[in-house]
């Protein structure tokens, strides 16, 4: 992915935004473990699509086709329930997903020995939940409901899929690449603003809020900015954040009331890291 294109009057949104909006001093308390791919082959060979993950969740959403958005807390989210029962109804191979059966896989999930072995975005023990979307039934010929769910190993700066069958409550596979690097989650992105918020190379981004604000101080729980975040993966052209693409990075903008965006696009969040890169 490249970098966004730079303008005087601040950035421009990329072609997909996900909003997100979220308080000061996340934690892992405050965030959740945690948007679309899908299943390829029976032999379970990946096509990941950098921008088009949708982050899953525990309530159905409108058209039921396509991965539920969401955001689960860490006190509620499925991976640290004690349990999560089957749905009492399996949908068919080719429906879209429901709630019941996203935190049934998410839970099954974070039974593998491969979820505890891994770290999240904060280094707690436990992959970071990324999405979950229903794998390809053209992969299979047994008619059985499946779901592929993604996570992110910051321990080994991975992603790693799960397939889990929801009809007979097997993962039958656990598969891991490197250098593929989905959209980021609402918890990413804004664990990426406060990171860049504290780091003294964000100046000239406080500085330009106040200007537009009329002297208002820019925090991340500033009520007038909305986040959209991108997954950053360095190139030919760019240069100051090389890592990016192996290491979890993260380009984040941010539009003051429905207006003006601020000049972000010189900056990626290395959330590997946790450094603040300025490019060029």
Known sequence: MTEQQLSTEGDSPPSDPRPSRRGRFLTPRTLGIGSALAATAAAVALVFATQTAVQATSSPESPASTPIAADSTDEDAPEKATEVPKPTTVAAAYDGLTGAEVEYVRFLGAQDAAFAA??????????????????????????????????????????????????????????????????????????????????????????????????????P????????????????????????????????????????????????????????????
């Open 118 to 219: 891994g770290k999240d975005l904060f280094g707690e023990p436990g992959l970071q939940f990324l999405s979950t979307d229903v794998a390809d039934p053209q992969a299979y010929s047994d008619g059985h409901r499946r779901l592929l769910s993604l996570y992110y190993d910051y321990a080994t700066n991975e992603l790693v899929s799960m397939i889990v069958n929801v009809t007979n409550g097997a993962i039958e596979s656990v598969d891991r690449a490197s250098g593929t690097q989905p959209a980021p989650t609402d918890a990413e992105t804004s664990f990426a603003w406060e990171l860049l918020l504290d780091d003294d190379a964000a100046q000239p981004v406080v500085d330009e809020f106040a200007a537009l604000t009329g002297g208002s101080v820019l925090t």
């Open 221 to 280: 729980a500033s009520a007038e900015v909305l986040l959209t975040a991108h997954s950053f993966v360095t190139d030919a052209g760019s240069f100051g954040a090389e890592s990016c693409g192996i290491d979890r990075c993260v380009q984040v903008l941010a539009q003051v009331d429905g207006g003006a965006f601020l000049t972000t696009s010189t900056y990626v969040v290395n959330l590997s890291t946790r450094a603040v890169l300025s490019i060029s």
